[in-house]
């Protein structure tokens, strides 16, 4: 005589649960591993793409206040300048009479110790080369003669877009036309970097814009 009731549900629960998952759990499980993986590995894709994007970004900033940095101090010091026309071989400056406004910057750092004039033997020449600025990829040089000068025959910026030239302006902004009276050298830096190069966007590729307007007065901007 059986003097305790058997409850057979707890039985059933117990053996089922020996037995394992079912096939549905299983997929259920598989289905939200795959998912689980799939975000992660998305949300690292997603964090590669936004760290490359801001690591071009600071190198393009790096880039534009290391060259803004050197040609503003090289500006300041000098004792007289010319903007003029730079094509490769010869500086040419721009007429009296004609806007001030040309693809290079010659600079005189250094005068004559017997009359203080300017040394127009030793020059700084910023230029801006046009030759692949059809590719967005215009180069700023900087070349110089001074003794002591270790910085000659440098590229010291480029993917450049753009005004790729310097105008001689007055202190309102007003370019000038008559080169006896110099004031303020402006030049536009404007950086174009390149994102995901093989990702193409219509017909063009996919690039960030950075720029740059800068100007400063010579030491002595009426000479020579």
């Known amino acids: 005589m059986n003097l305790f009731g058997h409850d ?13 998952m079912t096939l549905v759990e299983v997929m259920v499980a598989s289905t939200l591993m795959v998912l689980v993986i799939g975000g992660v590995m998305v949300g690292n894709i997603v964090g590669m793409q936004q760290d490359q994007l801001v690591e071009s970004m600071a190198g393009a900033s790096d880039t534009s206040r290391n060259a803004v940095n050197l040609m503003l101090q090289d500006i300041r010091l000098a004792k007289g300048f010319y903007v003029g026309s730079y094509p490769g071989s010869n500086f040419t400056a721009i007429a009296s009479g004609s806007t001030q406004q040309g693809n290079a910057l010659m600079l005189y750092p250094v005068v004559n110790s017997t009359n203080q004039a300017v040394d127009t033997t030793q020059s700084i020449l910023y230029y801006f080369d046009l030759s692949d600025s059809i590719n967005n990829d215009g ?3 900087r070349t110089s003669n001074v003794v002591g000068d270790t910085e000659s025959g440098t590229i010291i910026a480029s993917n450049l877009i753009n005004t790729l030239y310097f105008t001689s302006e007055n202190f309102q902004g007003t370019p000038q036309t008559v080169r006896t009276f110099k004031g303020v050298v402006h030049a536009t830096l404007q950086f174009c970097e390149y994102q995901y190069p093989l990702t193409k966007v219509g017909s063009n590729y996919l690039y960030e814009y950075y720029r740059m307007d800068c100007r400063a007065t010579p030491h002595l901007p009426d000479g020579p």
């Open 139 to 141: 180069r700023l040089w």
């Open 8 to 20: 057979k549900t707890v039985d059933a629960s117990k053996t089922r649960r020996q037995q394992g």
